[in-house]
């Protein structure tokens, strides 16, 4: 099955082309840092890909994107783009959870990967995967967590462990911590990348485009102090 799969869920924008199965195999693959917003890369970048690799975008089974969690912004960004191209070919879809996609960049090592990812004010959102032998296995849900809440559970659960933290919040979770069995994965796999996301959605369901739906873990910001100053009024 060849899975066009995406990741647009913080500042980099990632995309990729794999054949999954029995023989496994990556197409064509990259991502893109830049000042420039995921509306105005992405779709040209997968165009390059697309053409670089001489696969025409019918060719394409099913497509797949990291649907949260993540920034609200880009997350849309995706799944519109994704929605678009599996709507016009009638393809089916995969969604994928962002910290699942992260976890398939370490499967050739054992470890407890604890995907974080920052979500501000002190918090990250996170899950925790246990792999060995190529094997991805979830271990908890995808969750919003304060840093000191996972740092005391990986403490408590798994001292005698090897972690690695991958992420974008993988950096400001590890400056928290002075547990030796805690390691920052390296850059070259800490981030999402559209790869990940294919064999990701490889144990994921197929779904209509029109099923396919950001999933934000917690209401936006704005939302967010929307519901703080109604609450705020009722009090007074």
């Known amino acids: 099955m060849k899975i066009l799969g995406i990741d647009t869920s913080a500042n980099v924008a ?3 082309i794999c054949e999954v199965g029995e023989k496994p195999r990556v197409i064509a693959s990259g991502s893109i840092n830049t000042k420039l917003t995921h509306s105005q890369t992405l ?6 890909l697309l053409n670089n690799s001489k696969t025409e975008l019918s060719d394409v089974d099913a497509f797949a994107v990291s ?9 849309r960004i995706g799944v519109s783009a994704i929605k678009g191209m599996a709507y016009g070919l009638n393809k089916p879809c995969r969604a994928v959870s962002t910290l699942l996609g992260l976890a398939y960049n370490f499967t050739v090592t054992d470890c407890i990967l604890c ?13 925790l995967f246990h ?3 190529g094997k991805v296995s979830r271990i908890t849900e995808d969750r919003a967590l304060f840093i000191p809440e996972l740092l005391a559970e990986l403490d408590e659960k798994y001292s005698d462990k090897r972690i690695i933290l991958a992420g974008d919040g993988a950096e400001l979770v590890f400056g928290k911590t002075e547990s030796k069995n805690i390691l920052l994965a390296p ?10 996301v294919c064999f990701a959605a490889e144990e994921c369901e197929n779904i209509e485009a029109a099923a396919l739906m950001p999933s934000y873990l917690r209401l936006p910001q704005a939302e967010r102090e929307r519901l703080a ?8």
């Open 229 to 236: 100053r109604q609450q705020k009024g009722k009090d007074e």
């Open 67 to 75: 649907v949260g969690p993540g920034s609200f912004t880009g997350l």
């Open 131 to 133: 792999i060995r032998d």
């Open 14 to 16: 990632s995309a990729a």
């Open 187 to 196: 850059p070259t796999l800490r981030f999402q990348s559209g790869t990940g």
């Open 115 to 127: 995907a974080v990812m920052d979500a501000r004010c002190n918090q990250v959102y996170n899950a």
């Open 43 to 48: 779709m040209p970048f997968i165009e390059s």
